[in-house]
Structures are given as structure tokens and as C-alpha cells.
């Protein structure tokens, strides 16, 4: 496993933007698949984009596409996600998750197949 902390979460008024970063320790951070996932109030948390070790496969849920960008950077240890046109409905926790591949699987969108969280960091966006 591997040790993750997220920032860069706060109060945001709609149509503005947020980065969110993830800071990974304890393994090579590059022999993981990172995901961000988030859990509104009252919802379950949902993965919102995920990235391969190497940076070639990356997904995006619908709601996202167009507005988020993941990115990540092996040699700072450090997963990013640049947030663009936030809307209320994207207040909730954000997560930082990471899991070890398997050998013919790039990358992982669900919940249950990571098995290393940060502790999460708020993001609220007003009207």
C-alpha cells in the first residue's frame, strides 16, 4: 500500500476553478493506478477520473468530461486534478485512492478495486 494526502480543497463560487493534489509516500509511486473519487452529502462516492501508471489511459465520468484534467507527475509522487467550471452539484469529499495493477488491466474506475485512500479534502461551491 501506499501513504496519500490530498489539498487544494476549499469554498469556490460557481464557474470558478479548484486543483486538487494528491502527495503519495511509502512505495513507487509510479508502479500505481491513481483515481480521485468523490462523496456528496447523502451519496455514495463515485469515481470521477482515474489515470494509468504511466499517463497513457485515463477515464472521466460523464459529468466531468471537458471541465476536469488528471494528471500525474511520477517524479514528484503527486496525482493532480484541475477542476474548471465547478458547479454546486460537484460539493462533496474528494479522494485520492491508488492500487497496484494487474498485469492486463491499465486502469480501475471502481471503489472496491483500490486499496490505498487519502483521507479526503472538502470541496464546496457556492451560487
Known amino acids: 500500500q501506499v501513504q496519500l494526502v490530498e489539498s487544494g480543497g476549499g469554498l469556490v463560487q460557481a464557474g470558478g476553478s479548484l486543483r486538487l493534489s494528491c502527495a503519495a509516500s511509502?512505495?513507487?509511486?509510479?508502479?500505481?493506478?491513481m483515481c480521485w473519487f468523490r462523496q456528496a452529502p447523502g451519496k455514495e462516492r463515485v469515481s470521477v477520473a482515474a489515470?494509468?501508471?504511466?499517463?497513457?489511459?485515463?477515464y472521466y465520468a460523464d459529468s466531468v468530461k471537458g471541465r476536469f484534467t488528471i494528471s500525474r507527475d511520477n517524479a514528484k509522487n503527486t496525482v493532480s486534478m484541475q477542476k474548471n467550471s465547478l458547479q454546486p452539484d460537484a460539493t462533496a469529499v474528494y479522494y485520492c485512492?491508488?492500487?497496484?495493477?494487474?498485469?492486463?488491466?491499465?486502469?480501475?474506475?471502481?471503489?472496491?478495486?483500490?486499496?490505498?485512500w487519502g483521507q479526503g479534502t472538502q470541496v464546496t461551491v457556492s451560487l
Open positions: 489515470i494509468s501508471r504511466s499517463g497513457g489511459w485515463i
Open positions: 485512492a491508488a492500487r497496484a495493477p494487474d498485469i492486463s488491466i491499465p486502469i480501475y474506475t471502481r471503489e472496491n478495486e483500490y486499496d490505498s
Open positions: 511509502g512505495r513507487t509511486f509510479s508502479s500505481f493506478v
